[in-house]
């Protein structure tokens, strides 16, 4: 006969199969500096909007724009992209968008207009976050490279990205990978927010 401690042992549901990451999505692998935990870095699209959702969730810190599930939606089907930092159990630990613009920049920075106008080809950098619990290991670092090599791959030559001048983490990552401030003011989304519009260029290599 069965009594509730045995039934206690019965196994509700099986525990869930680790994720297997899609290969053809892996752009980058590494170990994690502080545990040495693997990571990779992969393409996302629709499907991880609601891992997205989560990690902006936990790791926006009021210093993102939110973006919503039409938002990331409307990334993906323009063809812009975002990149994700996955742990070994396969859970999201880091992302950015990456949207390809043409000239003018003017709605991204009013200081462009004039110095950046007649350049054609233009990358921005945005929603950067890494989850609390994987910060200090270099992974934004590791997403910007990747940005970089995407961009380079497709002949982009400006690469931009804004920020809160209050941000330093954000700040010095920019300023590690050479991007130089070029304006300085209130955000064009949000204007409480005063922001550094950061720079640089990509020569061929
Ligand atoms: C900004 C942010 C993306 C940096 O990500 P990251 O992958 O931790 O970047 P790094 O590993 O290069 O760390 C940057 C700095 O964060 C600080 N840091 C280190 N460990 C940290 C921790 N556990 N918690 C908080 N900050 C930490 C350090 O000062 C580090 O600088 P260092 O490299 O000189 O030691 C991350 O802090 C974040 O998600 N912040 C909230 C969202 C945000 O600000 N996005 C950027 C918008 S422009």
Do not use: C
């Given at each position: 006969?069965?009594?509730?401690?045995?039934?206690?042992?019965v196994p509700?549901?099986?525990?869930?199969?680790?994720?297997?990451?899609?290969?053809?999505a892996?752009?980058?692998?590494?170990?994690?500096?502080?545990?040495?935990e693997?990571y990779?870095?992969?393409?996302?699209n629709?499907s991880?909007?609601?891992?997205?959702?989560?990690?902006?969730?936990?790791?926006?810190?009021?210093?993102?724009?939110?973006?919503?599930?039409m938002?990331?939606?409307?990334l993906?089907?323009?063809g812009?992209?975002?990149?994700g930092?996955?742990?070994?159990?396969?859970?999201?630990?880091g992302?950015?968008t990456?949207?390809?613009?043409?000239?003018?920049?003017?709605?991204?920075c009013?200081?462009l207009?004039?110095?950046?106008?007649?350049?054609?080809t233009?990358?921005?950098?945005?929603?950067?976050m890494?989850?609390?619990?994987?910060?200090?290991n270099?992974l934004?670092?590791?997403?910007?490279?990747?940005?970089?090599?995407?961009a380079r791959?497709?002949?982009?030559?400006?690469l931009?990205?804004?920020?809160r001048t209050?941000?330093?983490n954000s700040?010095?990552?920019?300023?590690r990978?050479?991007?130089?401030i070029?304006?300085?003011?209130?955000?064009?989304?949000?204007?409480?927010?005063?922001?550094y519009?950061?720079h640089r260029t990509l020569?061929?290599?």
């Open positions: 006969m069965k009594t509730a401690l045995t039934r206690a042992f509700l549901a099986a525990p869930p199969a680790p994720h297997i990451a899609d290969a053809h892996v752009i980058a692998s590494g170990l994690l500096p502080k545990t040495g693997a990779t870095i992969q393409w996302l629709t991880h909007i609601p891992a997205l959702l989560t990690l902006q969730h936990l790791a926006a810190d009021q210093e993102i724009i939110l973006r919503d599930t938002y990331f939606g409307a993906f089907a323009t812009n992209a975002a990149l930092v996955f742990n070994q159990f396969g859970m999201m630990i992302a950015a990456i949207r390809n613009k043409t000239a003018p920049m003017a709605a991204f009013a200081a207009e004039t110095s950046d106008q007649t350049i054609g233009h990358s921005i950098f945005g929603t950067v890494t989850h609390p619990d994987y910060r200090g270099g934004m670092g590791r997403m910007i490279d990747q940005w970089m090599i995407h791959e497709n002949g982009t030559e400006n931009h990205a804004r920020l209050t941000n330093e700040l010095k990552n920019f300023l990978k050479d991007f130089k070029v304006a300085e003011g209130p955000s064009p989304e949000d204007a409480t927010r005063t922001v519009f950061v020569g061929p290599q």
